[in-house]
């Protein structure tokens, strides 16, 4: 499992996080209370599955974290 913290690129701006994982997508019961517990407050999910001819297929669930969940950086 990896993840990646980004500015969102809409109009409302925001934060958004991305989990990345091979081979099957991530069970929200176990990740939410993780990222809960470090403060974080998800509004939206959504899942997304990329395919190749390479190796297995990764699972991306692009999660949409609620406003002001990320402190500001000087």
């Known amino acids: ?8 690129a809409n ?12 081979d099957e997508p991530v069970a ?10 470090l403060g974080l407050r998800i509004v ?3 899942p997304f ?3 190749s001819e390479l190796g297995p297929a990764v699972w991306i669930d692009e999660l949409t974290l609620a406003p002001g969940a990320v402190p500001a950086v000087a």
């Not at 499992?1 to 969102?8: F, G, M, N, T, V």
Request: aromatic share 6%; glycine share 8%; proline share 6%.
């Open 1 to 8: 499992l990896e993840a990646s913290l980004h500015p969102r």
């Open 11 to 22: 109009e409302n701006g925001g934060w958004g996080l991305r989990l990345y994982r091979r």
């Open 44 to 46: 939206a999910e959504e």
């Open 28 to 37: 929200l019961s176990d990740v939410l209370p993780v990222l809960e517990n």
């Open 49 to 51: 599955r990329l395919e």
